[in-house]
């Protein structure tokens, strides 16, 4: 019913920027959370940048003023703008929503990869 499509990894050089956005499908009436998540190899899952559904954002001390988290609400859609990318950045990203329930849903994950 509620499927969550990122989309905008890739491959880049350190430095470079990269935006990935997160669509959501189905429906979801009621929201109070989205954000980003990261995973590299033998490293467990972290919270890179969210907001709440009054618009507070929060971010991980090793991203801020690099990464900007947003959101349309129109297209149900979330973003993250990533900027000044390091090679320390390589993971699969993974966008989270979770509604007034505290039910969660996830996308499938999509690859980041900053190398030269």
């Known amino acids: 019913q509620v499927q969550l499509v990122e989309s905008g990894g890739g491959l880049v050089q350190p430095g470079g920027s990269l935006r990935l956005s997160c669509a959501a499908s189905?429906?979801?009436?009621?929201?109070?959370?989205m954000g980003w998540y990261r995973q590299a190899p033998g490293k467990q899952r972290e919270l890179v940048a969210g907001i709440t559904g009054g618009g507070s954002t929060n971010y991980a001390d090793s991203v801020k003023g690099r990464f900007t988290i947003s959101r349309d609400n129109a297209k149900n859609t979330v973003y993250l703008q990533m900027d000044s990318l390091e090679p320390e950045d390589t993971a699969v990203y993974y966008c989270n929503v979770v509604d007034i329930r505290r039910w969660g849903y996830w996308g499938q994950g999509t690859q980041v990869t900053v190398s030269s």
């Open positions: 189905g429906i979801i009436l009621s929201i109070n959370f």
